[in-house]
């Protein structure tokens, strides 16, 4: 099989099933996101190799291939038969939940907005958290269009929850402080 097929030469790609949308279409730009997700994950898994981030590895790797899951539901469209089981389960949610609870039962409360940054490893989750949002924004913006199964909606925001949360512990567990971000003052 060759990687190039030339069947998207003229902005048309096929979804799963076979039916051919434009590479702009609102479905295509949607699962295009959460594969984008996906990619920064992979930058981000790259960059803890410290011993300290193998809670974190382990839950990033489990995070990305449930998110490969949801681009393929995304690729579906309504016509087609969709899947008896629901893609997500409750449980997938609540393992995000139980990390998030986890980590940041490690961590000062929060008193103060954080400016993205502070160790490599905490920016490219800071990256991952915010291209997570994006992804999530077009994952909304299909809903109001076409049927999206609910569950992708929560996993999507508590995903990006994750994310916020493990920057916090790389840069914790690096001792290196979070950078408060603070109004500033009128002169």
Not at 176 to 181: K, M, N, S, T
């Amino acid at each position: 099989m060759k990687i190039y097929t030339k069947t998207g030469d003229e902005g048309t790609t096929s979804l799963y099933g076979g039916e051919r949308r434009s590479k702009s279409n609102i479905r295509v730009h949607s699962y295009g996101e959460v594969d984008e997700l996906q990619a920064v994950i992979g930058v981000a898994l790259a960059h803890l190799t410290d011993d300290i981030f193998i809670d974190v590895v382990e839950v990033l790797t489990q995070v990305q291939w449930v998110s490969f899951t949801i681009c393929a539901e995304l690729a579906r469209t309504e016509t087609e038969e969709k899947r008896k089981d629901p893609v997500l389960q409750d449980s997938d949610i609540l393992y995000l939940e139980s990390a998030i609870d986890t980590w940041e039962s490690e961590l000062a409360p929060l008193r103060a907005f954080i400016l993205q940054g502070g160790s490599v490893e905490s920016s490219f989750l800071h990256l991952a958290r915010a291209v997570s949002r994006r992804a999530e924004r077009a994952v909304v913006e299909l809903a109001t269009e076409e049927s999206v199964d609910p569950k992708v909606l929560q996993y999507l925001n508590r995903f990006s929850d994750l994310l916020f949360v493990a920057a916090r512990i790389a840069n914790h567990r690096l001792e290196q402080p979070d950078i408060e971000w603070h109004p500033r003052i009128k002169r």
